[in-house]
């Protein structure tokens, strides 16, 4: 499974100091609430505002940050030398470390381990400071969007969801008073080779960890799972987002933080069966997240354990998996070869 490349290179002082930086120790303050997981953007905890992407320079060097809630106040920091994941990330990562701090006055304070570094921050802003006088730099606070958020469906595009209603889904299908889609569904039409865009959003739940994080998935026939998780910071394996379980990790994680609007264009080719019913050739398939290529005409050699359907020669609907978390769906089209 595909990797991301580490740099081979000389030390960097910088890069070094970021490894501690971004290593930083936050903490609740007395008055913050208890973390609530939320599928509403509206009903989130006080943390929430400090997690996401940071960008910017760092001694005239572009740098990402990405901040993780893990709820009551504690986070995770990842630092990314070049920039963020799928927008100029060299490969260079520094080394996740849970830590706390204190959010006073709209305000995250942020301590190394050692004492030597502290961050803050503020209005959207990452300030780090070495030795409590040198500024290091600044990195802005972004939301990222897939490019291809709301694509319009080719011509020939089998409409699956738009929101009207869930008329393709077979029985129990149904939808948030938002009037998106929720998991746990499978569709009426069956299919072959397609391509595939959707759209998923996955709840905020700092407090809970691995699986039980904003679970769900997208199986292509009912056989072939791309894995929904909240991912976000995470190193990026086969059962997290981007990943086809079990068989692949994605090239690069693109999630973006939870609550926001995230897609998968898929390109899947069926796997081919003689008369006799043996297999001749592996199912194929082609992702991308967030407008980022992370698997690439990847092979299937054989369908997720948990899927509904086994592999075979027939036709298979597509399943967007109830994993107990209340992910949700929008935008989905396919477009049958």
Not at 172 to 184: D, K, M, N, S, V
Not at 254 to 269: G, V
């Amino acid at each position: 499974m595909a990797r991301p490349h580490t740099l081979s290179r000389p030390p960097r002082s910088l890069f070094h100091q970021l490894a501690i930086a971004c290593s930083l120790l936050a903490a609740a303050s007395a008055t913050a609430a208890n973390p609530e997981d939320a599928a509403d953007p509206k009903k989130v905890d006080t943390d929430y505002a400090f997690q996401g992407e940071y960008a910017g320079e760092l001694e005239t060097e572009p740098w990402g940050v990405q901040i993780i809630a893990l709820g009551q106040g504690k986070f995770d920091t990842v630092g990314f030398s070049g920039g963020l994941p799928g927008a100029g990330w060299d490969g260079d990562r520094t080394t996740l470390i849970r830590g706390s701090g204190e959010i006073k006055d709209g305000v995250l304070s942020l301590k190394a381990a050692d004492g030597r570094f502290t961050g803050t921050v503020a209005k959207g802003v990452l300030s780090l400071t070495e030795a409590g006088s040198i500024d290091i730099g600044q990195l802005k606070r972004i939301e990222r969007r897939s490019p291809t958020e709301g694509a319009t469906p080719p011509a020939q595009a089998i409409i699956l969801f738009d929101g009207k209603n869930v008329d393709a889904w077979r029985d129990g299908a149904r939808q948030t008073a938002e009037g998106h889609l929720i998991g746990g569904v499978t569709s009426r039409q069956e299919f072959q080779s397609f391509s595939l865009h959707v759209e998923f959003r996955t709840p905020y739940k700092p407090a809970a960890r691995g699986q039980d994080r904003g679970n769900s998935g997208v199986y292509c026939q009912g056989r072939y799972e791309v894995q929904v998780l909240d991912s976000f910071g995470l190193a990026g394996e086969n059962n997290e987002a981007g990943g086809i379980y079990s068989v692949a990790a994605p090239t690069v994680n693109m999630c973006l933080p939870p609550l926001q609007w995230q897609t998968y264009d898929i390109d899947f080719t069926a796997a081919t069966f003689d008369a006799a019913g043996k297999k001749t050739n592996d199912a194929v398939m082609t992702v991308r997240h967030n407008g980022i290529l992370v698997q690439d005409k990847t092979k299937l050699p054989h369908s997720t354990t948990a899927a509904p359907l086994g592999e075979g020669a027939t036709p298979g609907p597509l399943y967007l998996q109830d994993h107990g978390n209340p992910v949700v769906y929008r935008n989905v089209w396919i477009s049958p070869k």
